[in-house]
Every structure is written in structure tokens, then in C-alpha cells.
């Protein structure tokens, strides 16, 4: 089954990632910049296998810098140790304002989930299409269709990337997936102070949330497929598909009207 890359691999969506595909019988190697974390989810994976035990490697680095992503960018590339799914899924939330003079978020925010990606893609990309086969998911956002915030326009960039990426790979063997989650039940929105009360729940309606295992399960049927974007659920296909088809000044409208609900939230 050949080895997967996850960045971000030890919460949420990432770890989710590194479960399913060790349970399909990839070898792991796990990125993210907490080394206890990615003992234990290194840990937990080896002992997960039933018929076999997992090998899982781990990489500390933090994709803010240029030289840590460098170094993961080199194992994407290591020849004699290839990796045959990988997963650009580290990010986080970007809560600073556009206008804010102190723009030391959104650097970090396009360094992780613009700069880092397109680095590590292109160096999966080159390899994958070297021997003829592979799989790149991006993890894009259902809020790049949005016009919320920089994190809108960042992960609108990834789902935009994951497409022209795909193209410049058709024929070579490599599928590029970007998925496009909703709002997912992970630490995200913890670590960004976004909800209040009941853990991941905030001014969501229910019906919204996602659990990363379905989520994930969906989007390797997707992968499996080679298919471009992957949308969990008829919920949240129907929501893009409607965002698609609204007009533009209605899509800014219904944006305004969240960004609002999410700062009286913060300020309450
Ligand atoms: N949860 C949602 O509702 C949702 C919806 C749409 C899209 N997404 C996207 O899904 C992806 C995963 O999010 P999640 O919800 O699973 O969040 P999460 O539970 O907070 O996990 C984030 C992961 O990224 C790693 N990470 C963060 N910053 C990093 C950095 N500078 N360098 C290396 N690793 C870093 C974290 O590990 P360390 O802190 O140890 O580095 C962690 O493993 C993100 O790209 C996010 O934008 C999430």
C-alpha cells in the first residue's frame, strides 16, 4: 500500500487521516510541531494494526518557516523511501482582522496554508509523477466559496491551486483532491476561542457539524475515484451548489451577516 505524509497529522482532521490510512495498510509519517502529540499519535497508530503493525515516522517541524517545510518538502522527495499519499492539511484559524496594522497572523496563516502547500504539493507532485502514480489531498474549506475573512481567501486559493495542480498532472497517474469541509467537530475551533458553551458547538445549528471519521471516510472514496473536489454529505454538497449559483452581492451579504454573529459572540 506504499507510505502517506500527513501534516497535521496528530488532531482533528489530520489525525483522522493518519487512522484510516494506516487501517488501509499505509505506513505513516506524521508532521506537525508538538513533539509529545506525535509520540502519542505515533504510538497509537503502531498499536492499531491488527494484522500488521504500522511503521510511522515523525517529523517535527513548523510549516511557519521556511526551512522546517524545506526539510519536510526533501522527505516528499527521498527517492529511496517514497510517498505515495499525501495529505496538506495543517492550517488553523485566522482570526485577525484584514484591517488590522499587526498583519503577523495572516503571514503565518499564508505561510502554513499557502506557502507551505504549494512547496510540499510540488514536491509530492514531482515525485508521484516520477513513478506514475500517487494521491495529493489539499484541504481546502467549504468558507473559501464565503467571503468571511484572509482565511475565505486563503482556502479559496487551495481549492483553486488543487484544480490548476490537478490539471498540470492529468495523464501522469496523480490524482489531486482538494476537500472542502464544513464546520468539523476538531480542536480548530477551540484553538481560535470560537465557541462557547457546549464544546464545538458555538451559534452552529447542529445539523452542520461534521465528525472527522465520516468526513475522512468520504473523502478517501473520493481519492479512490480521482475525483478534483471532494464535499462531505448532500447537506453540504446542496450548500455549495447554492453558494455557486447565488449572486455575488447575495454571497457577500450572507458573509456580512456571519462575520457579525461570529464578533457579538466574541464580544458577549
Ligand atoms: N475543523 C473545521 O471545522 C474545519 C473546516 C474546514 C477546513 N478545516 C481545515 O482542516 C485542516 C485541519 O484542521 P483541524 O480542524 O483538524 O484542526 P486541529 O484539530 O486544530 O488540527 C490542526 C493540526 O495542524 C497542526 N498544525 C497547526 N499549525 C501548524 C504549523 N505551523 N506547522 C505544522 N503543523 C501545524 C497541528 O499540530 P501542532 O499544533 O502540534 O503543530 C494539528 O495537528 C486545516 O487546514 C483547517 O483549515 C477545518
Given at each position: 500500500?506504499?507510505?502517506?505524509?500527513?501534516?497535521?497529522?496528530?488532531?482533528?482532521?489530520?489525525?483522522?487521516?493518519?487512522?484510516?490510512?494506516?487501517?488501509?495498510?499505509?505506513?505513516?509519517?506524521?508532521?506537525?510541531?508538538?513533539?509529545?502529540?506525535?509520540?502519542?499519535?505515533?504510538?497509537?497508530?503502531?498499536?492499531?494494526?491488527?494484522?500488521?503493525?504500522?511503521?510511522?515516522?515523525?517529523?517535527?517541524?513548523?510549516?511557519?518557516?521556511?526551512?522546517?517545510?524545506?526539510?519536510?518538502?526533501?522527505?516528499?522527495?527521498?527517492?529511496?523511501?517514497?510517498?505515495?499519499?499525501?495529505?496538506?492539511?495543517?492550517?488553523?484559524?485566522?482570526?485577525?482582522?484584514?484591517?488590522?496594522?499587526?498583519?503577523?497572523?495572516?503571514?503565518?496563516?499564508?505561510?502554513?496554508?499557502?506557502?507551505?502547500?504549494?512547496?510540499?504539493?510540488?514536491?509530492?507532485?514531482?515525485?508521484?509523477?516520477?513513478?506514475?502514480?500517487?494521491?495529493?489531498?489539499?484541504?481546502a474549506s467549504i468558507n473559501g466559496q464565503l467571503t468571511?475573512?484572509?482565511?475565505s481567501?486563503?482556502k479559496a486559493?487551495?481549492r483553486v491551486?488543487?484544480e490548476?495542480?490537478?490539471?498540470?498532472?492529468?495523464?501522469?497517474?496523480?490524482?489531486?483532491t482538494a476537500l472542502m469541509p464544513g464546520w468539523?467537530?476538531?480542536?480548530?475551533?477551540?484553538?481560535?476561542?470560537?465557541?462557547?458553551?457546549?464544546?464545538?458547538?458555538?451559534?452552529?445549528?447542529?445539523f452542520l457539524?461534521l465528525?472527522?471519521?465520516?468526513l475522512?471516510?468520504d473523502c478517501?472514496?473520493d481519492?479512490?475515484?480521482?475525483r478534483v473536489i471532494s464535499i462531505p454529505t448532500v447537506r453540504y454538497k446542496f450548500l455549495s451548489w447554492l453558494v455557486k449559483h447565488l449572486p455575488d452581492?447575495t454571497v457577500?451579504?450572507v458573509s456580512?451577516?456571519?462575520?457579525?454573529?461570529?464578533?457579538?459572540?466574541?464580544?458577549?
Amino acid at each position: 500500500m506504499g507510505t502517506a505524509l500527513i501534516t497535521g497529522g496528530t488532531s482533528g482532521i489530520g489525525a483522522e487521516f493518519a487512522r484510516q490510512l494506516a487501517a488501509r495498510g499505509h505506513d505513516i509519517v506524521l508532521v506537525a510541531r508538538d513533539t509529545a502529540r506525535l509520540d502519542a499519535m505515533a504510538a497509537e497508530l503502531r498499536e492499531s494494526g491488527r494484522d500488521r503493525q504500522t511503521a510511522v515516522e515523525i517529523l517535527v517541524a513548523d510549516l511557519a518557516n521556511p526551512k522546517d517545510t524545506d526539510r519536510v518538502a526533501a522527505r516528499l522527495g527521498d527517492r529511496q523511501h517514497p510517498i505515495d499519499v499525501f495529505v496538506n492539511n495543517a492550517g488553523f484559524r485566522v482570526s485577525s482582522r484584514l484591517s488590522n496594522p499587526d498583519v503577523a497572523e495572516h503571514d503565518r496563516a499564508l505561510d502554513v496554508m499557502v506557502r507551505a502547500v504549494l512547496v510540499l504539493g510540488g514536491a509530492a507532485a514531482r515525485g508521484m509523477r516520477e513513478r506514475g502514480s500517487g494521491a495529493i489531498v489539499n484541504v481546502a474549506s467549504i468558507n473559501g466559496q464565503l467571503t468571511l475573512s484572509g482565511y475565505s481567501a486563503i482556502k479559496a486559493w487551495v481549492r483553486v491551486y488543487s484544480e490548476s495542480l490537478s490539471n498540470e498532472l492529468r495523464g501522469s497517474g496523480v490524482t489531486v483532491t482538494a476537500l472542502m469541509p464544513g464546520w468539523v467537530r476538531t480542536e480548530f475551533h477551540q484553538r481560535a476561542g470560537t465557541t462557547k458553551g457546549e464544546a464545538g458547538r458555538g451559534g452552529i445549528p447542529n445539523f452542520l457539524w461534521l465528525e472527522p471519521e465520516l468526513l475522512v471516510r468520504d473523502c478517501l472514496r473520493d481519492v479512490d475515484k480521482g475525483r478534483v473536489i471532494s464535499i462531505p454529505t448532500v447537506r453540504y454538497k446542496f450548500l455549495s451548489w447554492l453558494v455557486k449559483h447565488l449572486p455575488d452581492a447575495t454571497v457577500r451579504w450572507v458573509s456580512r451577516g456571519i462575520s457579525l454573529s461570529r464578533s457579538n459572540e466574541a464580544e458577549s
